[in-house]
């Protein structure tokens, strides 16, 4: 098998992807920051400093054949930057362009770049979003991954480096923090949530279906220059999602009605729109490009992927 260099391969991806591979027998080697993290068994650490404009990564790509960008800046839930989006640009768009030319010097075949549903925006009113919805982020975040979705496109567009965009939706999964594990903390503590009028519809995706549809995409002729969208296969509803999670932690979702108007108009006052927006608003993918073409299809089922990660939470109490 391959060699392949994985960035960010100490964080909740990575240290999947690692793991995965490295017992599919790839040579796996994981970029990890900072230098001294811990990488799952199997892989071989190199440290590669911050990743800019001027990263060096002539060592970690020496007789590398693919490439898994996982690293990125992504959201700060208290952000104290002047200029926000110059911190996001100078990792994920100028650091992507940086390793892409990087790489294409280095004579690496593939890169495989892990993006976001956000480039097409935070909502879908209807149809679920296709890889041809048009590009539209509305944060910072989703707007340095467009750019450097375009600076992929742009190197691969002038050297031999075969490049694939995986668009995940949010990503679930034991090893979960931030939103998600505060959600389980929520269902756990048995408080009451005004969400039982919510009608919308949400895409996810398992944290093992992420890493199968990121292998295929790394080593599938057919997916060189493509993008893809990704996710379980079955939106879920906020109220199904949480009965859902509460059954698995069995603490049963307590859930009552409440205006979603009422709620936005809440979330405007305390300055948590984002937040709550998420809870009310749909977004909803089409996966079925990555399936016709590449013959992927998530393995596991959003209860079963919610149980295991309900497990891994109550066992990690």
Known sequence: MPTVLITGA?????????????????????AVFPAGSPVPAGAAAVSVGDI?????????????EVVVHLAARVHVMKETLADPLEAFRAVNAAGTRRLAQSAAAAGVRRLVFMSTVKVHGEATNGRPLTEDSPLAPE????????????ALCEVSSTTSLETVIVRSPLVYGPGNKAN???????????????LAS???RRSFIFLDN??????????????????????????????????ELGGAL??????????????????????????VDRLLDSLAIDSSRIQRELGWSPLITPAAGLRATARWYLGAL
């Open 10 to 30: 100490n964080g909740f991806i990575g240290r999947a992807l690692c793991a995965r591979m490295a017992a599919e027998g790839w040579t796996v080697r994981a």
């Open 250 to 275: 069995g603490r049963p979702a307590r859930l009552f009605a409440f205006p979603p108007v009422l709620l936005r108009l809440a979330g405007r006052c305390t300055g948590t729109s984002g937040a």
């Open 210 to 243: 992420l890493v199968d549809a990121l292998m295929l995409c790394a080593a599938h002729p057919k997916a060189a220059g493509r993008a893809y969208l990704v996710s379980d296969g079955c939106d879920l509803s906020t109220p199904e999602l949480l009965r």
């Open 198 to 200: 919510v009608d919308n």
């Open 139 to 150: 944060d910072d975040y989703g707007r340095s991954k467009r750019e450097a979705e375009e």
């Open 52 to 64: 800019g404009a001027a990263t060096d990564w002539s060592a970690a790509l020496a007789g590398v």
């Open 180 to 194: 998600f594990l505060r959600l389980l903390a929520v269902l756990r503590n048995g408080w009451p949530l005004p």
